[in-house]
């Protein structure tokens, strides 16, 4: 597509849930990553794609966090037993591969509210 | 590892008047540099990148950016700012042939008529 899709825009789940967030890069970019927003602040490295393996994973806060790219394009971002504390703007990005030169281009994001 | 500080939260400007957004960043290793944009409502848009070469990088809306390596600054200026340009700045960093960015917290850029 033109731009990377992140499905859904905006989700708000309860305390205790799982939940999946998705994003469709731009078609071509090998490498894919996850950043999470918090509240004032800038965003924050969760993991790191280069075509369907996890290259990086270092920024997943805990193992409530997982991450899959099972064909090399789409991503999906799962998250079980929700805390409050993963309230936040999860934003996704792709670029064409992993040199840091040709820019990411980021996606809109998915506002996830935990209740 | 890197750092990135963004010294300042909130910039109130006049149309027209100068702008700069101060921005240091800490890292034992050679770095890449990027100044990436968001609009009220939109998602983060790259601005300009600093990877090697002339230390003074443009964009295509007038901004420009110095690469300060003995200061490890990269402060973003604009010599008159438009309404429009009214978004919040981030700051990042990544190692060179490193694969994440880490993002300072970001100054909110508020440009009066």
């Known amino acids: 597509g033109a731009g990377v899709s992140q499905t859904p825009s905006n989700k708000v789940t309860e305390k205790g849930k799982y939940v999946e967030l998705r994003c469709d890069p731009i078609s071509g970019h090998t490498a894919l990553y996850w950043y999470r927003q918090s509240l004032g602040q800038g965003p924050e490295f969760l993991i790191y794609f280069q075509g369907t393996g996890a290259a990086d994973d270092s920024g997943l806060p805990n193992d409530r966090f997982f991450a899959v790219r099972p064909e090399g394009s789409v991503s999906t971002l799962k998250i079980q037993r929700t805390e409050r504390g993963d309230s936040a703007v999860y934003l996704c990005?792709?670029?064409?591969?992993?040199?840091?030169?040709?820019?990411?281009?980021f996606g809109s994001g998915t506002r996830l509210t935990v209740v | 590892a890197q750092s990135v500080t963004q010294l300042d939260s909130q910039v109130p400007v006049f149309e027209e008047a100068p702008v700069e957004l101060r921005c240091n960043y800490s890292?034992?290793?050679?770095?890449?540099l990027f100044w990436y944009v968001q609009y009220p409502n939109q998602g983060l848009q790259l601005l300009l990148k600093?990877?090697?070469?002339?230390?003074l990088v443009e964009s295509i809306n007038g901004f420009e950016a110095e690469f300060n390596k003995s200061q490890t600054s990269f402060h973003l200026r604009k010599p008159s700012v438009h309404i429009s340009d009214t978004a919040e700045y981030f700051c990042?960093?990544?190692?060179?042939?490193?694969?994440?960015?880490?993002f300072g917290a970001g100054t909110i850029l508020r440009v009066k008529s």
């Open positions: 600093y990877l090697s070469g002339s230390t």
């Open positions: 890292s034992s290793v050679s770095v890449y």
């Open positions: 990042a960093v990544s190692e060179v042939y490193g694969n994440k960015l880490v």
């Open positions: 990005a792709s670029s064409l591969n992993a040199r840091e030169q040709y820019g990411y281009t």
